[in-house]
């Protein structure tokens, strides 16, 4: 076999590696995703690891709108209208740069979904590759009310909680269809890290961050 004839062999392997479980979960729940792991294994979490994971899938029709508008106005405004990259936030996030030269995050909800059901927790080159290969392969073969479904089904709100349908009844005590306006804001609040944002003794801060995201809700494009 020739040297081109085994590259695209490598090439088809990646891709099909790649894609098959990714078209598999358009249409099958996941049972966990790999954040989820990496939250059990003690190696990587130590005493903060989860001896048990509230997990529950909820599907897309029976979680209120006011959630799907709440994770957009808080995470990715523009998440109707790109194609997995939302560039203009990335370059502003450049230029927030603070001294230290970090960064605010710029992730879309299409790369957090990649990164939570798929990779490990981290901000390493080649895990950011790896979510931006996978953001893509979820863009081409994923609608944008399949991206959002999993998102707030997967998203982490509590140090051991998962999943909107979990933390509507662990914080709220009541179902995802039911959740307000202001109690879905609040979730979105906490998001991307709930374990310094609480949903059940939330800050001065997450509180106003909750009501900035209640007025932005109605001005944000849902997919239908």
């Excluded at 109690?183 to 939330?202: G, Q």
């Amino acid at each position: 076999m020739t040297v081109r004839g085994v590259a695209l062999r490598v090439v088809a392997a990646i891709v099909g590696a790649t894609a098959l479980p990714i078209a598999v979960l358009r249409f099958v729940p996941p049972l966990t995703t790999a954040f989820m792991l990496a939250h059990k294994w003690p190696l990587a979490h130590g005493d903060d690891a989860c001896d048990d994971i509230l997990y529950e899938w909820v599907p897309r029709r029976a979680i209120a709108k006011n959630v799907f508008r709440a994770v957009i106005a808080a995470e990715d405004q523009r998440f109707a209208s790109h194609h997995g990259f939302d560039f203009d936030a990335i370059g502003d996030a450049l230029e927030d740069r603070d001294a230290s030269g970090n960064t605010r995050g710029a992730s879309t909800i299409s790369q957090q979904v990649a990164k939570n059901v798929f990779l490990w927790p981290g901000r390493s080159f080649l895990r950011k590759g790896l979510e931006a290969w996978l953001t893509i392969w979820i863009e081409v073969l994923w609608p944008k009310q399949r991206i959002l479904e999993v998102y707030v089904n997967v998203a982490q709100f509590g140090r051991c909680t998962f999943g909107v349908g979990a933390a509507s009844r662990a914080f709220f005590r009541k179902p995802s269809s039911a959740l307000t306006q202001g109690e879905a804001a609040l979730l979105a609040a906490v998001l991307p890290n709930p374990v310094k944002r609480r949903v059940e003794n939330p800050s001065g801060r997450v509180r106003s961050r909750a009501t900035w995201i209640a007025r932005q809700a109605g001005r944000v494009e849902v997919p239908d």
